[in-house]
T-cell receptor, first 108, second 116 residues
């Protein structure tokens, strides 16, 4: 079973930052936090991952709290094409267990 | 940009028939995975594969399922005798590293299997 807790749904206005929270209070020291998203029934798309430090790439930023018990995925300028289900996954040894995720709806 | 490809995109079969779903992982990747997603449900791990052997499998991956890397590029999932409940999207994924490491898995677009 997934080791993360995410809100089932969120809305965001187009052009605004989307901040998606994730709780992973039972994370162990060497487990990574991964974020994927799934648009309609397409294959999950990798977004970003991190261990302890905050990370940024061309798609998003990942903020991990100091105690590593929670994290936030930030889409800095959400577009309509960012409407998707976003999955936060705690992973060790490539053991990816998907939960229900957060359904993000970006509205015009 | 390299990507995982899957064929066919949609497979319709009769209950009890055998199906083979095909995947071409990213070329320098060594670890391969199959997942499934029943309509409206979570993405579920089925099996991981490395060096021509199953590394890990879930309780879903019973004797009706098998995986194979028949040549240097393809990775296949076979369902021997399909049941109605096998209807789902099946996703293939690959990664450079695998068990014992943490490495990003890249997913294919999926094959929609419909069992009638």
């Amino acid at each position: 079973d997934a080791k993360t807790t995410q809100p089932p749904s969120m809305d965001c206005a187009e052009g605004r930052a989307a901040n998606l929270p994730c709780n992973h209070s039972t994370i162990s020291g060497n487990e990574y936090v991964y974020w994927y998203r799934q648009i309609h029934s397409q294959g999950p798309q990798y977004i970003i991952h991190g261990l302890k430090n905050n990370e940024t790439n061309e798609m998003a930023s990942l903020i991990i709290t100091e105690d590593r018990k929670s994290s936030t995925l930030i889409l800095p300028h959400a577009t309509l094409r960012d409407t998707a289900v976003y999955y936060c996954i705690v992973s060790l040894n490539n053991d990816m267990r998907f939960g229900a995720g957060t359904r993000l709806t970006v509205k015009p | 940009e390299p990507e995982v490809t899957q064929t066919p995109s949609h497979q319709v079969t009769q209950m009890g028939q055998e199906v083979i779903l095909r995947c071409v992982p990213i070329s320098n990747h060594l670890y391969f995975y199959w997942y499934r997603q029943i309509l409206g449900q979570k993405v579920e791990f089925l099996v991981s594969f490395y060096n021509n052997e199953i590394s890990e499998k879930s309780e879903i991956f019973d004797d009706q399922f098998s995986v194979e890397r028949p040549d240097g590029s393809n990775f296949t999932l076979k369902i021997r005798s399909t049941k109605l409940e096998d209807s789902a999207m099946y996703f293939c994924a690959s990664s450079e590293a695998g068990l014992g490491f943490t490495d990003t898995q890249y997913f294919g677009p999926g094959t929609r299997l419909t069992v009638l």
